[in-house]
Structure formats: structure tokens, C-alpha cells
């Protein structure tokens, strides 16, 4: 590859091929993490389009890296180096640089529209009246989410403000989780709808989500929150039919009704117990 | 600028031309890292002041600091940043006979902190009544340790001088006139904060 | 001017007070230290306490910081370091000639490195042995970690030491990074680099080194007074639940974050204020310029992580609530600042590694480097862009939603700079006929494992992608590329490289190459599994998890043990090389054209006979011109 030309083309056709295999692979495989809920698929969608279009700059500067380095025994001698390959060229220096910012400009922007496109999280929230009853699927159903140390709880207010230690989604019904904690910052993640949303004390975190496929789920403490954080992952979720849902609320009903009056109101957020932070 | 001027090589401020460069370009760099610092302390007076979080910013009954010894806490470096400034333009112009004005800096750098260990100690705040407290206290405590500080480097000028073991270089005495004058004016920020901004 | 050294007095050969303390300072800084403890926290746990209404039993946090904090002072008064101040606070006249020759080492001998030395050389090396202690240790609790992620189940550790073990390998490692490449080789080689004899201050510099001992062991500490549970991003509220082992981790962390603004004060004064006459800004190596762009995140981030750790302790102290939601603090106040403190914290990690690596390729390609200008603005564009992205640690937060697209965008944005570091080494590499020699195998993987760490940081980049993919498997990897796979490979690179200039002996073996081979594999075999289990949901610092997830788990551990294996396998080959077998090393084996290969080895203790006065940049292998008038080592070097 003495010739300038024809080491060129070699690696740009290696790196074609590198490209165009790798997108292939990446547009056909399923992406993290799944295509559970409006969010979810989203999500996976991103992760596809950042792949897809990462992938040739990664595969582009590997095969540079590669080919530079192994290639070198047909490098030429130094009379036959240019100068411009030995000590820089500005519009090349540009090119690239412009060339990068352009393509950042992009990423970002694709970020933003989708970040704005599926709404998936209000962030913090200092509303504090509970969402009436939802009249349809499109309109959300609160649930909160209380993460305390080591554990979830989860309360429905627009069915009596009742708890449960078992996650119930109806499908297709837009969930409202509004996620708090009792003590420390944890923080509420399903994987498999996407979600993922801190716990802090005193605060009320939430995030919407339309949940479109029916089975059952883990969720899990994604925030280091003391000793048993790595098992802060028992509480099981289900999303269900809407009629199944409905059953699971009566029986969850009928199971609380003895325990309702000593249940505190149901509020966004509560003060935590301060003896909590001692040691 | 070599620094062969002392055979050990070592670079003591003191010693070498040099050393008045390396002076000035640290003391504005120490003076960069004291703004970062501040500005931590700001963002969180500002920040949990915004939040007021359960309500425990300012609970009733919190007072500011104690006015009449603030304002002479605030007075009495302003001495002794006049006698260092004088200092400064005294030894820039050549003058010789500057020991008056170095007791006076360091009889008024001395008062500064005797009057803000005073003042600290008059605020009689309860540090679990809320957070403008403890943000408060904490500023003033990391401001008391910086007047401190620098009062500490007055000092060992001041004896240096007096005992004639190193006389002060006009950098030595522009630097420490600075590094008091960036305190003054932060300790008046402060206190114009946790006064009027509550 | 004269530039040559004049005939330095002969050391007087009856050691003074100042010196024989000097010797023993080690000793009696380990004197001081208990003594300092004993006292502080005698005060901390019954004067203060008392008087501000705290715990005042012997076990409360007041009384363990005070008494970590004058062990620290007591320490520092042992080695000597308070001399010089009292000194001068007394107006007692300076210290003679001789003893501030003996101070700086001008007698030679082992017993400098084990005590208070002013010779930035010294200082060097001090800081090359304790990075490789900390690393060794950190690596040590990582081995730890891996064993007992084989089952997805608690089998050899409880949840309360597993936690400390995360705690102590990622605090440890943070404190190994933070000064792997500075503390070691910017110490040695600035000052050279720039022509002059020392650094700005050198006793300053000599403490930013001994705060790290200290800081260790504090940190060590930690593990009798119960541990830490909080990992070594110290989240509130969960810090002021924690046991006394949490102050331990605080005042470690504080002491680190004092040496590196220190440092960088220093290093930037030193860069700005000692370079010899001829040496402008844009003719210092490469090398140097990373390190000047370092110091200034160094110096003005530190004081954020000084202020965020002090309220912490406060807050432990003294029940103060600044990160105590219901006494109207906020944990999101110490999520804010500790990470405006903690990103420019990880390109204190990056910015050496790439100077130092940028510094040494052109010796391997024997080309210039490939736009000298154009790296300088890539680095000092890293340096300002990092302190304007911290809040994408936080996208799932919950805080400021409105903002995440600009931190998003201001994320992504750091790529074009770094980008700017790849152009110019693929420039460098481009049709150069490259020695592979040890070291540059090691900077080849240094620019692979970087570009797979900062391709998986463009998906936590992305919001939308971060949701999924923040703290689990997936953030942890990729940190470990770009920390571990570039900084700590760029480490090794630099230990093989200098090491012949530093101490004239090689380490360059066969058993090396091996080595690197095995590093290289190990490495991208754990943390391809460590990617591919975060990206199926595995979260970090977990004990326990889902037991789907067990092979990936398994193969990532066995690979791990290979990686500590072959680190240990390093470490070995240094110490039976450069302390056991001393292997005489050739004088300039690389052919670098750099003026630190033009001082002889040893060098000098003032580095150079005579301070050259004309310089130019160290990577004119087209030529073979060296960076300076000092003549060459070796026979003059022809282009390759």
C-alpha cells in the first residue's frame, strides 16, 4: 500500500463493510428494553437509532485505528510522506471538527424530540391533589409508588387510597406513578416498562407511562440505599387485563378494608420519621 | 529569571526575583479556588432558601445576626485593610520606616477575628432550628478560618520584617493586601445576605 | 544571565536539629498522628460536643473527625512540615543553605523517599509507589466483589461488608486516578519539560503527596469503625444514617480533595511562572499543556467537594439538616454539588492520559505529532466543557426536566473535543511506519478501549437511553473503559516508558508483552460482560440478583480474576525488574527527541547543568532535531 490512493480505498471499503453489516445486525435485533409499554418502545427505539448511527463512526475510527497501526510495514519512506500528513492540515483539522459538531447537533436534537415526543416524566411535582378517577384509557391512573428501606409499597388513591405490596397495571391505561420515599433516596425502576424514577423523601417524582403488554415483571431499587438494597427487588408487578385488574381491586379492597382507618391519609409525599437519620 | 540566584535551587519566595511572579499568578489563583468555594456556599443558601423544604428555611422566631456587633465585625478589617494597602504603596515608593503601620495591620487583623469569634458566639442559634441557620453558621465559620488565615501570613510578615530575618517585598505586601481585600468583600456579601435576604 | 549552576557548598557533614528530626520524620509523624488522634478526639467527643448539645460519647462523630483531623496535623507536624511556617510565624531567620540542600535531597540516598523531600523527583516516585499501593489494594477488594457476584445469592460476604468493599475499591480507585498520571509523572517530568529546576513550591508539593498515606489509611480505617453503605458517591440522606465508619470516608475524600487542588494550584504556577527563557506557552510538549488544563479543573472543583463533604460532617456532627429533607435540607443539594464536583473529578482522570499518551506516541510513529495546536484546544474545550455537564447524573432524578435537553446536548458536545484527540493520533499513526514497542502496545489499546467507553457514553448521554440504562451494568462499564481501559492502560504505558529515565532500570521483558496480551483480553472480556449485563437490567452495587443473570455474571468474574492476574502480573514484573534483578536500562531506549531524555540518568538534582535557552517542540523525528540545545544522549537520530 505504498501508494497513497490505494491504501485509502482500502479502508474505506473495509469500513463499509464493517458499517453497513453492523447496521444490519443492529436494526434487526431487539433492543433493551423491550416493547412493554409507550415508553419502553420509545426508549428501544432511541438505543436502535443511537446504535445504528454510532456504529458507523465506532466501526469508521476502529478500522482507522486498525488499519494505521497494522498496515505499517507498507508504509512509504520518509521522502514519500507529504506534508500535509506529517504535521497537519487545517481543513482537515475543520472538517472534522465541524463534521463532529453537526453530527452532536443532531444526536441532540433527536434527543430532545423524542424526550418531548413521549412525556415520560413530570419530574418533581408539588400538585397536591390526587388525580381524580380516570373516565378513559388516555387519561392517567395515579399510582403511587412508596419506597421505604427495603422495600415498595404501592397505594391506589382513585380506589380508596388502599396499599398493596403487589404492582397491578391495567394494560393499555395510562399510569401516573408518582414515586416517593419514607427515608432515603431510592429509586423506583421497571425495567420492562421503562421506567426509572428516584425516590427522595419529601419529594414527589412522576413519571407517565401507557403500559401495552400483558405478563408479569420485575421491579427493582436502581439507588444504593444501605444494606439491603441488592434485595429490594421482591415486590412482584403484573400488567393485566382491564376486567382482571378490576377483580384485583375488589379483592384488594375487601383484604384492606379492616386495616383502611390506620392507614395515613393518602398524600404525595410524608415526613419521614426523623429518628430515620440517626445512628 | 533563573532561580540559580540561590545556589540550592530551591525556590523560596523570598530569595528570588522570581518568586514575585510565582507570588502574584498563586495568590490569584488561590483567590479563583475561594470564589469556587463561595460560590458552593451560595448555590446552597440560595437552593435550599428557594425549596424551603417541610418549611424549615426560616422558621419564626429565627433572628439574623446580632447588628450592632455585625457591623463592627465588618468595620474593623476595613483597618486593617487600609493600614496593608498603605503598606503596600509605602514599600512600592521605597519608604523605609513602615513598622508603625505593619502593628497597626496586625493589631486590627488580631481584633478581626477576636470580634467575629465574639460575634459567632452572640448568635445563640440553635443549629437544628432550620436551614438559614446552619447555612449561616457554617459560612461564617469557613469565613472566620480564612480571615484566620490570612491573619496568619500578616503575622509571619509582620515578624519577619520587624526582626529583620526577611524584609517584605513589595509582592509579598501587594498579595496579602489582596488576599485580605477579597475576604473584606466577601465577609460584606455574607453578611448583607444573611441580613437582608432571609 | 548565567545558566549555569555555580559551585553548590559542600553538605557539612554534622547533621544539624532540623535534619536529624528531618530523618526521623517518619517515626515521629506516626508519633504525632497518635498523639493527634488521642487529643482530638478527646476534645472532639467531650468539649465540643458538649458545648454545641451533640453526642458526646467517645464514639460520636465529633470526636472521630476532630481526632482524624489532628492525626492528619500531628502527622504533617512529625514529618516537618509545619517547620517552615512556625518558623516564619516567629520571624526566625530561614533555614541555612545546608539544610535546605538536605531538604531537597542533594545528599542522595534511599532515605529521601521516606521522608519530607523537596526534590519534585522524589516526590515523583513517592507517588508512583503509593498510586500502585492503592491500586493494588482497590484491586484487591475487586477480586472480592467479582467472588462473591458468582452466585446470584449472598454466599461470601454480608450485605454490610459487600458494601464496604464496593466503597473501598471505588473510593480507592477514585483516590489511584485522581493523581495516576500527575502525581508520578507530572511531578517528575513538568518541571524538566519547562526548563526549570524545580517546582514552583516545592514543600507544598512534598505535603500534596503525604496527605495521600494518611488519606488511605483514614479510609482503611474504615472498616473498625463499621463501614460505609454508601458507595463512594456518599448519596444523603442515607450518609447521616450511616455508622462512624461514613466520617472515615469524608475525611479521606476531603484530605484527597485538599492534594489535588493543591497540586494544580502548584502545577499551574509552576507552568506559568518557571519556564525557562525560550520556552513560550505553545512550545511546551504536549504533556505539559494536558496537565496545565488538569490543574484548573483540579483547583476549582475541589473546593465544591471540600464544601459538600463539610456540610456532610456537619450535618453528622452536629444535626444540622442541610441534606435532610425534613429539617428543610435537600438530598438533591449534595446530588448538585458533589457531582459539579465529581465530573471535572473524571477528566482530572482523562486529560493526563490523553497528554501523556499524545506525548509519547510521536516517539513510536517517529512522525510529528499531528496538529500540536488542534490537541491543545481539544484538551483545554474537555477542561471548559466539563463543568457544564454534571446534571446527567441526574436525568432520572427528577430534577429541572426542562433542562435535561441542555445537559444532554452539553454531554454530547464533549465528544467533538475528544474526537479532536482521536484525530490527531489517527493523524500521527496515518501511513507511519510504528514500532510496536511495549508502551505502545499499551496506547494501542488505550485508543480502543477509550472509543468503546465513550460510544456506550453517548447512550447515557441520551436521555430517552439513560432511563433504561442508569445505574446498572452498563454505566459501570463504561466508566471502567474509558478510567480502567484508558487511564489505567495509559498508566502502564507510562511506567514502561519513563521507567529507564526515572530510575535507569527497565522492565521491557518478553514476560511484558505477555502481559500486556493478557491485560488487554482480560480486561474487555470482564467488561463486555459487565456491558452486556447492564444492558438486560442488572443494577450496580447489588449483592443479590436475578439469577437469569448468573452466566453473564460467571464469565464476567473469570475474567476478572484473569484481569487481576495479570495487574498483579505487572506489578510483579515492575518490582522483580526495577528493585530485585535492577536491570540496567539503555540510556535513551525509545530514541525520544524530548529534552527529559537529553538530562542524564540519573538526572541531576536540579535537572540540568546548564537550563538550555533554545527549545523547540519534542517531535521533529522528520529531522531528528532535539527539543533543546543540551546536545543528545544518544547519536543523533535520523528520520525513521
Redo the contacts between chains.
Keep these: 500500500m505504498r501508494n497513497r490512493a490505494t491504501a485509502i480505498r482500502v479502508l474505506i471499503g473495509t469500513w463499509i463493510v464493517l458499517a453497513v453489516a453492523g447496521d444490519i445486525g443492529l436494526g434487526l435485533a431487539p433492543m433493551p428494553p423491550g416493547l412493554a409499554s409507550n415508553l419502553a418502545s420509545d426508549e428501544s427505539e432511541v438505543i436502535r437509532v443511537l446504535s445504528m448511527a454510532g456504529w458507523p463512526i465506532f466501526s469508521g475510527v476502529l478500522a482507522g485505528l486498525f488499519f494505521t497501526l497494522i498496515i505499517n510495514k507498507f508504509a512509504p519512506s520518509q521522502s514519500e510522506v507529504t506534508a500535509v500528513e506529517l504535521r497537519g492540515n487545517s481543513r482537515l483539522q475543520a472538517t472534522w471538527i465541524v463534521t463532529t459538531v453537526v453530527l452532536v447537533l443532531i444526536l441532540a436534537t433527536y434527543g430532545t424530540v423524542e424526550l418531548a415526543v413521549e412525556e415520560p416524566g413530570g419530574g418533581i411535582t408539588t400538585v397536591s391533589a390526587a388525580l381524580p378517577a380516570p373516565t378513559s384509557a388516555d387519561q392517567p391512573l395515579e399510582v403511587q409508588v412508596i419506597a421505604q428501606q427495603w422495600w415498595f409499597t404501592f397505594r391506589y388513591p382513585t380506589y380508596g387510597g388502599i396499599e398493596t405490596a403487589q404492582l397491578v397495571l391495567p394494560v393499555g391505561q395510562k399510569i401516573e406513578f408518582n414515586v416517593t420515599s419514607l427515608d432515603v433516596v431510592h429509586s423506583f425502576n421497571f425495567y420492562a416498562l421503562g421506567v426509572k424514577a428516584d425516590a427522595v423523601p ?1 419529594n414527589d417524582n412522576q413519571v407517565t407511562v401507557t403500559p401495552t403488554e400483558i405478563g408479569t415483571y420485575r421491579v427493582q431499587c436502581t439507588e444504593l440505599c444501605g444494606l439491603w438494597h441488592g434485595n429490594m427487588a421482591e415486590n412482584t408487578a403484573m400488567v393485566v387485563s382491564q376486567a382482571d385488574f378490576a377483580t384485583w381491586i375488589q379483592q384488594q379492597t375487601a383484604l384492606d378494608a379492616p386495616v383502611m382507618k390506620y392507614l395515613p391519609p393518602y398524600s404525595h409525599t410524608y ?1 419521614p420519621d426523623p429518628a430515620v437519620y440517626g445512628h | ?4 540566584a540561590s ?6 519566595v ?1 530569595d528570588v526575583a ?1 518568586g514575585d ?2 507570588l502574584i ?2 495568590s490569584r ?2 483567590m ?3 470564589t ?2 463561595q ?3 451560595l ?2 443558601f440560595f ?2 432558601r428557594a ?7 426560616h422558621p419564626s422566631g429565627v433572628s439574623a445576626p446580632p447588628e450592632v456587633l455585625a457591623l463592627v465585625a465588618l468595620l474593623v478589617p476595613i483597618v486593617a485593610l487600609l493600614a496593608l494597602w498603605a503598606v503596600s504603596r509605602a514599600i512600592a515608593q521605597g519608604t523605609t520606616s513602615i513598622n508603625g503601620l505593619l502593628w497597626l495591620a496586625l493589631a486590627f487583623v488580631v481584633l478581626t477575628g477576636a470580634v467575629r469569634i465574639l460575634m459567632m458566639y452572640q448568635f445563640g442559634w440553635d ?2 432550628n ?6 449561616s ?2 459560612w461564617y465559620g ?1 469565613l472566620l478560618a480564612e480571615f484566620i488565615m490570612v491573619g ?1 501570613w500578616v ?2 510578615l ?6 529583620g ?2 524584609p517584605i517585598t513589595a509582592a509579598q505586601a501587594r498579595t496579602v493586601a489582596e488576599q485580605w481585600s477579597y475576604i473584606t468583600v466577601v465577609s460584606f456579601a455574607v453578611y448583607a445576605l444573611t441580613e437582608f435576604v432571609t | ?6 559551585a ?2 559542600p553538605i557539612d557533614s554534622r547533621p544539624t536539629m532540623a535534619r536529624r528530626l528531618n530523618d526521623w520524620g517518619l517515626l515521629l509523624g506516626v508519633i504525632g498522628s497518635i498523639v493527634g488522634f488521642l487529643v482530638g478526639w478527646a476534645i472532639g467527643s467531650v468539649a465540643i460536643a458538649y458545648s ?2 451533640a453526642d458526646n460519647s467517645l464514639g460520636s462523630d465529633p470526636g472521630i473527625l476532630l481526632g482524624y483531623s489532628l492525626s492528619v496535623v500531628g502527622f504533617l507536624a512529625g514529618m516537618g512540615f509545619l517547620n517552615y ?1 512556625i518558623g ?7 533555614a541555612s ?1 545546608e539544610d ?2 538536605y ?2 535531597g ?1 545528599g542522595g540516598g534511599i532515605s529521601r523517599y521516606f521522608r519530607m523531600t ?1 526534590d519534585h523527583k522524589v516526590i515523583g516516585l513517592q507517588y508512583l509507589v503509593m498510586i500502585l499501593a492503592f491500586l493494588f489494594i482497590g484491586g484487591l477488594g475487586a477480586m472480592f466483589i467479582r467472588a462473591e457476584l458468582l452466585t446470584p445469592s449472598p454466599t461470601v460476604a454480608t450485605p454490610q461488608s459487600y458494601l464496604t468493599l464496593v466503597g473501598l475499591h471505588s473510593t480507592l480507585m477514585i483516590f489511584m486516578a485522581s493523581a495516576a498520571i500527575i502525581g508520578p509523572f507530572g511531578n517528575y517530568f513538568v518541571p524538566i519539560m519547562i526548563g ?7 514543600r507544598l508539593e512534598a505535603l500534596t503527596f503525604w496527605l495521600l498515606p494518611p488519606a488511605g489509611l483514614i479510609l482503611l480505617s474504615t472498616v473498625f469503625l463499621g463501614g460505609f453503605t454508601t458507595g463512594w458517591t456518599g448519596y444523603a440522606p442515607l450518609s447521616d444514617q450511616n455508622v462512624a465508619g461514613m466520617d472515615s470516608y469524608l475525611m479521606a475524600f476531603a484530605l484527597i480533595g485538599l492534594s489535588i ?1 493543591l497540586s494544580g ?1 502548584n502545577m ?2 509552576t507552568i ?3 519556564r ?2 525560550g520556552m513560550p506557552l505553545t512550545r511546551m510538549p504536549i504533556f505539559v499543556w494536558g496537565v496545565f488544563v488538569t490543574s484548573f479543573l483540579g ?6 467537594l ?3 463533604v ?2 456532610e460532617t ?1 450535618d453528622r456532627s ?5 441534606y435532610v ?6 438530598p ?2 449534595w446530588e ?2 458533589f457531582w ?1 464536583f465529581g465530573h471535572p473529578e473524571v477528566y482530572i482522570f482523562m486529560i493526563p492520559a490523553f497528554g501523556i499518551v499524545m506525548e509519547m506516541l510521536p516517539v513510536f510513529t517517529r512522525r510529528p505529532l499531528w496538529g500540536y495546536r488542534v490537541s491543545i484546544a481539544g484538551m483545554a474545550g474537555i477542561g471548559l466543557l466539563s463543568f457544564t455537564v454534571w446534571q446527567h447524573h441526574l436525568f432520572v432524578s427528577g430534577l429541572a426536566p426542562s433542562l435535561r435537553p441542555f445537559y444532554m446536548f452539553s454531554t454530547e458536545l464533549i465528544s467533538v473535543p475528544t474526537g479532536i484527540v482521536y484525530l490527531v493520533a489517527l493523524g500521527s499513526m496515518w501511513r507511519a511506519r510504528t514500532r510496536f514497542s511495549t508502551p505502545m502496545l499499551y496506547i494501542g489499546a488505550f485508543f480502543f478501549n477509550f472509543l468503546i467507553g465513550g460510544f456506550t457514553g453517548v447512550f447515557l448521554s441520551d436521555v430517552p437511553s439513560d432511563f433504561t440504562l442508569h445505574a446498572s451494568y452498563f454505566v459501570q462499564a463504561h466508566f471502567h473503559y474509558t478510567i480502567m481501559g484508558a487511564e489505567v492502560f495509559a498508566l502502564m504505558a507510562a511506567i514502561v516508558y519513563f521507567l529507564p529515565k526515572m530510575t535507569g532500570f527497565t522492565m521491557d521483558t518478553k514476560l511484558l508483552k505477555f502481559q500486556f496480551w493478557a491485560v488487554f483480553l482480560t480486561f474487555n472480556g470482564t467488561f463486555i460482560s459487565l456491558i452486556c449485563v447492564g444492558i438486560l437490567g442488572m443494577t450496580r452495587r447489588t449483592i443479590s440478583y436475578a439469577s437469569y443473570l448468573q452466566p453473564l455474571n460467571v464469565s464476567a468474574s473469570v475474567f476478572a480474576f484473569g484481569l487481576g492476574t495479570s495487574m498483579a502480573l505487572f506489578l510483579g514484573i515492575l518490582i522483580w525488574e526495577a528493585v530485585i534483578k535492577r536491570t540496567r536500562a539503555v540510556d535513551n531506549p525509545w530514541e525520544s527527541l524530548g529534552v527529559e531524555w537529553q538530562v542524564p540518568t540519573p538526572v541531576p ?2 535537572n540540568f547543568d546548564r ?1 538550555p535557552t533554545a527549545w523547540s517542540l519534542p517531535y521533529d523525528y522528520d529531522t531528528g532535531k532535539p527539543a533543546t540545545d543540551l546536545g543528545s544522549v544518544t547519536p543523533a537520530l535520523s528520520g525513521a
Excluded at chain 2, 130 to 135: A, M, P, R, V
Design positions: 419529601l415526613e | 529569571m533563573s532561580d540559580v545556589p540550592t535551587g530551591l525556590t523560596d523570598q522570581g511572579h510565582t499568578v498563586s489563583l488561590m479563583g479556588a475561594n469556587t468555594l460560590l458552593t456556599f448555590f446552597t437552593y435550599l425549596n424551603n423544604f417541610g418549611g424549615m428555611w443549629l437544628q432550620g436551614t438559614y441557620i446552619d447555612i453558621t457554617v469557613v496568619l503575622l509571619s509582620v515578624m519577619g520584617h520587624i526582626r530575618t526577611s | 544571565m548565567d545558566a549555569v549552576a555555580p553548590r557548598p454545641f448539645g511556617p516564619r510565624l516567629m520571624g526566625r531567620p530561614k543553605e535546605n540542600a531538604l531537597h542533594e523537596t526549570s529546576r524545580n517546582m514552583a513550591f516545592p487542588g494550584l499551574i504556577a506559568i511562572t518557571k525557562a527563557p483547583l476549582l472543583a475541589a473546593p465544591a471540600i464544601g459538600a463539610l456540610m456537619i452536629f444535626q444540622t439538616t442541610f429533607p425534613a429539617g428543610g435540607g435537600s438533591f443539594l448538585n454539588l459539579f538534582v536540579f537550563v
